[in-house]
């Protein structure tokens, strides 16, 4: 079991940055796939990004590529998503997620956080 809280959510003008992390309890943090996803409002869930238990592998949605970084720190247990560049249409709540496999992470992550809120003013 892996229970995530996310937090560094918040409201940002156009342009601007946010950090989101995501904290994870339990001893088998670092062997988690972990990953970030969002949903706006009238929207579906979508994938933002995710990265290996290493960290040594990532992927990302196209439209967050070059504005977005995903990263993680076994040692605190916890992902970040450093968001620059941030556009109006990256508001939504987003959710951190781990599952044991990086192959499937995007489609079937098996634990969600509760979510935190990105609001881009323009």
């Known amino acids: 079991q ?10 940002v003008q156009a342009g601007g940055s946010l950090r989101l992390a995501c904290a994870a309890s ?25 990265i290996n238990w290493s960290g040594g592998i990532t992927r990302y949605k196209d439209s967050v590529k070059g504005r977005f970084t995903i ?8 992902m ?15 959710y951190c997620a781990a599952d044991a496999l990086f192959n499937t992470i995007i489609t079937r ?11 881009v003013s323009s």
Do not use: H, I
Request: aromatic content about 14%; glycine content about 12%; charged content about 20%.
């Open 2 to 11: 892996v229970q995530l809280v996310e937090s560094g959510g918040g409201l």
């Open 26 to 50: 339990g001893r088998t943090f670092s062997s988690y796939a972990m990953g970030w996803f969002r949903q706006a409002p009238g929207k579906e869930r979508e994938f933002v990004a995710a």
């Open 71 to 78: 990263s993680r720190d076994n040692a605190k247990n916890t």
């Open 109 to 119: 992550a098996n634990y969600w956080g509760q979510g935190t809120q990105v609001t």
């Open 80 to 94: 970040y998503l450093q968001m620059n560049s941030l556009k109006p249409e990256d508001t939504a709540v987003y």
